[in-house]
């Protein structure tokens, strides 16, 4: 399958942005996608972003796509210690019904 | 009504049990998916069923059987499971064919093997 790869763990300060990286291999993905998961729960999707754009803004979300270098990430503006949870970057894959998750980001907020 | 709605939420079953997991959406997805995820792992795709039909098996051992009745409702049979088995079960669903939708996800059930 395709490779999804994110750093394992980020640990910020109350108020300051996050940023999690993820990169990706197909470079035939049409959607990119970031979800939320929080301790015992499902996965909640966050944003979204077409392989088209660059930069998709979404409140204190902001998704920056280089498909050149194949690289995804998610800026969370003025963290909050309820932003703690696990976040996974998602591909959807040529055929659509496939997504392939990358390892997941702990993110740790202090406050 | 924007939810999947998995039961039971905690399952624990011995080797020789035969248990099922029930998914339900009422948001007119033509798409139903069943994941399982190990802690600290991220989701692994088991089944896919689109319409109905099984579209995708993600060559799943045979002690896991899916069913779709009908377009809201999705099942997971269990029998004979193995301890490794344990796990998050997840239920997902979307939109049928294109379009940028992502999954919804359920909150999913937490199964124990014994």
């Known amino acids: 399958g395709e490779d999804v790869e994110q750093s394992l763990f980020l640990s910020v300060r109350e108020g300051d942005s996050s940023v999690i990286n993820c990169t990706y291999t197909?470079?035939?993905?049409?959607?990119l996608y970031w979800y939320k998961q929080e301790p015992g729960a499902g996965l909640q999707l966050l944003t979204y972003?077409?392989?088209?754009?660059d930069m998709k803004q979404d409140q204190r979300l902001t998704v920056l796509l280089n498909k050149k270098d194949k690289h995804l990430s998610l800026r969370i503006a003025d963290t909050q210690t309820g932003d703690s949870a696990i976040y996974f970057c998602?591909?959807?894959?040529?055929?659509?019904?496939?997504?392939?998750f990358g390892s997941g980001t702990k993110l740790n907020v202090k406050p | 009504d924007t939810e999947v709605t998995q039961t039971p939420k905690h399952l624990v079953m011995g080797m020789t049990n035969k248990k099922s997991l029930k998914c339900e959406q009422h948001?007119?997805?033509?798409?139903m998916y069943w994941y399982k995820q190990k802690a600290k792992k991220p989701p692994e795709l088991m089944f896919v069923y689109s319409y109905e039909k099984l579209s995708i098996n993600e060559s799943v051992p045979s002690r896991f059987s899916p069913e779709c009745p009908n377009s809201s409702l999705l099942n997971l049979h269990l029998h004979a499971l193995q301890p490794e088995d344990s796990a998050l079960y997840l239920c997902?669903?979307?939109?049928?064919?294109?379009?940028?939708?992502?999954?919804?996800f359920g909150s999913g059930t937490r199964l124990t093997v014994v």
């Open positions: 998602a591909e959807r894959s040529g055929n659509f019904n496939k997504f392939y």
């Open positions: 972003i077409f392989s088209n754009m």
């Open positions: 948001m007119g997805h033509r798409a």
């Open positions: 197909d470079s035939s993905s049409t959607y």
């Open positions: 997902a669903s979307s939109q049928g064919t294109g379009g940028p939708s992502g999954y919804t």
